[in-house]
């Protein structure tokens, strides 16, 4: 485990032109950790990875589609994101590569744009600036309140030492507004988020990037999701994967999730749930995370990584 840490010291896993986002908030995290180390090792669970939009609050059908709805509208436009239609466009990740995907195939460009790449791609940035600072106002307003369990979970892993990170295809800002909710356990928690890393979800990229960063080595580490694709970006980075079903994602295929609950307070999920399923991983068992760091090594470059 010590050559693995030392073959994974910190550095940027970065694409070219990318500023990263993850910031450890404070120095009392570093102590928190340091006197958790050795229980932790004990423990066999490194670190705990959550996605954010439908793991810390179930953000998508009441926040985000309302911001986007409310965005189209200031701009004019007469498209309307209805919940049906919504769900059906959460298969692909990202708020900008959402709305590209949309106006390329379920619908067409506006007419101002349409002949236009560049103006689409400066419309679609725009729209999104625009969807974030809404759908800020509405967390900050409290009507995107965090879900069952996980202001307990957080403070179980705080309080026994172990690193925290939220990965998420969202805007930094947004996530970082959610995480803030959680009050003093934010400082502990390191955002990845938006476009830190080139390709997201299902690209196991952005899980890679927080294990290399919290220096642990990937199948010690357990995912929070709630989405096909975000736990197949778990399983691809060789992470066991908890999956807490949300709003969109309730029918979808979670089969190689190592457990799926409807919240993690049903049935009740904690610390030591999850570390005897990381040590005994069971259905689905993932690898293979190691490997995957290394070809993103020769596919990007040492820059990148």
């Not at 400082?187 to 690209?203: C, H, L, M, R």
Request: glycine share 10%; aromatic share 6%; net charge neutral.
């Amino acid at each position: 485990m010590a050559a693995f840490v030392s073959a994974l010291a910190p550095s940027v896993f970065l694409g070219e032109g990318v500023k990263p986002v993850a910031v450890c908030r404070s120095r009392s995290t570093h102590v928190r950790r340091a006197r958790g180390v050795s229980q932790r090792v004990s423990m066999g669970l490194d670190a705990l990875l959550f996605d954010c939009d439908g793991v810390l609050a179930d953000t998508e059908r009441d926040a985000h589609r309302v911001a986007f709805n409310l965005a189209f509208k200031e701009r004019g436009l007469k498209d309307v994101w209805d919940e049906a239609l919504y769900g059906k466009l959460l298969e692909t990740g990202g708020g900008k590569e959402r709305m590209t995907a949309y106006w390329s195939s379920e619908s067409s460009w506006p007419e101002d744009v349409a002949k236009d790449s560049d103006a689409q791609k400066e419309m679609v940035k725009e729209l999104h600036a625009r969807k974030t600072a809404i759908f800020m106002e509405l967390v900050d307003s409290g009507k995107v309140p965090l879900r069952p369990g996980v202001a307990r979970l957080v403070g179980e892993a705080s309080e026994a030492g172990v690193p925290m990170a939220v990965c998420s295809t969202s805007n930094e800002k947004a996530v970082q507004r959610i995480v803030d909710q959680l009050g003093e356990a934010a400082e502990g928690i390191q955002v990845f988020a938006g476009d830190v890393v080139p390709k997201k979800k299902p690209s196991p990229d952005i899980y890679l990037l927080a294990a290399i960063k919290l220096g642990v080595d990937p199948q010690k580490v357990c995912v929070i999701e709630d989405s096909f694709i975000g736990l197949a970006a778990a399983r691809a980075a060789g992470m066991p994967c908890v999956i807490t079903k949300s709003t969109y994602t309730a029918g979808e295929d979670f089969g190689q999730a190592q457990k799926v609950v409807n919240s993690l307070e049903d049935p009740l999920t904690t610390l030591a749930d999850l570390t005897r399923m990381v040590e005994s991983p069971g259905r689905g068992q993932p690898s293979g995370g190691r490997g995957r760091m290394r070809r993103l090594r020769r596919r990007y470059g040492s820059s990148y990584l």
